[in-house]
C-alpha cells in the first residue's frame, strides 16, 4: 500500500537529454535537494535537480511530516558530548527551519497546522527531567507533562509547543514547480564536478550529494558514519485524535499524529535486517486500543542514523572542493532538510552560516556506534564475496 499522501500526483519532469552546463547541481529530488534548489533559484543562482526516479518518490512520500526541533532526548546527549553552546545551536537551527516553514506555508496550500510536539517516556520519570534541565541551561522553556492523550501509561514527556504538520507532497511539489528537475535521470558516476548519465553529462561548478544516502564512496566514509533503520506506519480511520504529535524517546516506540479523519500510528521499527514487530504489532495495538478504527494505508520508511544523533550537511569531505552532501537526518527529515537547504545555499555562495560546523560531516567519529557499523561493514563485504 501506499502512504496516505500520495492521493495527489506531480506533473510529470522530463529526463535529462544531452550535455548541458549550470552552476550547481542538485543530486536528489526529494526535500533536500528541492529546498536546496528552491534557495538557491531565489537568491540568483543558477542550478538544476537530477532526480533518478521522480521527485518525493523516496523517504519524502513516506514521511509522518512532523516539523519540530525536538528530536528525541537529543539535547542532553549534544550537550554531554559537544558542550551546551553546540546543543544551543542545534537548537535554534532547526527553531528557523521551523520559523521558515511557517512563513512558506502562508502562500503554500499544504495542510499546515500548528500542533504541539511530545517527546516521552514509558518507564524513567528522570530520564524525562533531565532532559528538561539539559533544554533550560541552553535557554529553552520546554514544559514536564505526567499526561498524554494516547493509550500509554507515560512516566513523563517533554512537551515544544506551536511545533507543526503538514501534508509534505503538497508542499514540495509547490516548491519544486518552478525549479529546472530531470527526473529519471540516474547518475551514474562523477567525474570531477561532471555528473554522467545515461543520456547526457552535466557539467557543474558546484555538486550538491541529496540522495538518501551519498552515492560517492571514495569520499567521507559515510558507510562507516551511518546505519539504516526501518520504521513502518499504519493509517486508522475512527481512531481517537491525538491532538498533538507525539513519540517515543526509544528507537522502537510508538508515535502518534492526526491528519484529516486518519490517526498516523508509526513503530515497532528496528534497525534495517533486523526482524522486528512491524505492521503485524501495529495492527495489534490498534486492535486493543482502537477497536472498530480501520486501517486505509499503510507504509514503510528507511532513514540514515549517524554516530551522535546529528545530521551531516556541508563540505563532503575535508578534501573535496565544490563537493557538498546532505544526509542522516535521523527520522526528522523535515526540519533537517530545511537546515540543510539554508546552510548549504550560504556555503555555496561563499557566505558563512552559523551552524555550519555543528553540522559539519568531518566532525568526531569517535562514538560507540562507529564500532558496530565497522563490524557489520565487515560483516556485509565478506558475505557478498562468499
Wanted: proline share 4%; with cysteine.
Amino acid at each position: 500500500m501506499e502512504s496516505v499522501w500520495k492521493s495527489i500526483k506531480p506533473s510529470p519532469r522530463p529526463a535529462l537529454d544531452g550535455d548541458i552546463k549550470t552552476d550547481v547541481l542538485i543530486i536528489g529530488g526529494g526535500a533536500a535537494g528541492l529546498l536546496t534548489a528552491y534557495f538557491l533559484r531565489r537568491a540568483g543562482i543558477d542550478c538544476v535537480v537530477a532526480e533518478k526516479d521522480r521527485i518525493c518518490s523516496g523517504v519524502t512520500e513516506n514521511t509522518t511530516a512532523k516539523i519540530t526541533a525536538q528530536h528525541g532526548f537529543i539535547y542532553g546527549k549534544i550537550a554531554d558530548k559537544y558542550g551546551t553552546e553546540t546543543a544551543k545551536a542545534y537548537l535554534e537551527a532547526n527553531l528557523d527551519a521551523l520559523d521558515e516553514y511557517k512563513k512558506l506555508c502562508k502562500n503554500i496550500s499544504c495542510d499546515f497546522a500548528e500542533k504541539d510536539n511530545y517527546i516521552y517516556n514509558l518507564d524513567n520519570r528522570r530520564k524525562t527531567e533531565d532532559e528538561i534541565k539539559a533544554l533550560e541551561k541552553i535557554g529553552y522553556n520546554a514544559t514536564f507533562c505526567d499526561r498524554a492523550p494516547i493509550p500509554l501509561n507515560i512516566s513523563g514527556a517533554v512537551k515544544f509547543p506551536n511545533q507543526a504538520q503538514f501534508q509534505p507532497l503538497k508542499f514540495f511539489y509547490a516548491i519544486a514547480e518552478n525549479l529546472p528537475v530531470y527526473e529519471n535521470t540516474f547518475v551514474r558516476e562523477m567525474i570531477g564536478s561532471t555528473a554522467v548519465t545515461d543520456r547526457g553529462k552535466i557539467h557543474a561548478q558546484s555538486v550538491v550529494v541529496a540522495t538518501h544516502f551519498p552515492i560517492i564512496n571514495k569520499h567521507g566514509s559515510y558507510f562507516l558514519k551511518m546505519y539504516q533503520h526501518r520504521s513502518y506506519v499504519i493509517a486508522l480511520r475512527g481512531a481517537q485524535d491525538a491532538d498533538g504529535m507525539y513519540m517515543d524517546e526509544k528507537s522502537g516506540g510508538l508515535s502518534f499524529r492526526n491528519y484529516e479523519d486518519c490517526l498516523l500510528l508509526g513503530g515497532f521499527g528496528d534497525k534495517t535486517g533486523k526482524k522486528c514487530g512491524g505492521w503485524d504489532e501495529l495492527r495489534k495495538f490498534a486492535a486493543e486500543y482502537y477497536p472498530g478504527a480501520q486501517e486505509v494505508c499503510r507504509w514503510a520508511t528507511q532513514d540514515c542514523m549517524t554516530l551522535d544523533g546529528m545530521p551531516y550537511i556541508g563540505r563532503y569531505s575535508a578534501r573535496t572542493e565544490n563537493l557538498y552532501v546532505a544526509t542522516g537526518f535521523n527520522k526528522w527529515g523535515m526540519t533537517g532538510s530545511m537546515t540543510a537547504a539554508k546552510i548549504l545555499s550560504r556555503m555555496i555562495r561563499g557566505k558563512e552560516s552559523p551552524y555550519a560546523q555543528v553540522f559539519s560531516p568531518s566532525r568526531s567519529i569517535l562514538h560507540p556506534q562507529l564500532l558496530v557499523n565497522g563490524a557489520n561493514a565487515v560483516a556485509n563485504l565478506v558475505s557478498f564475496s562468499k
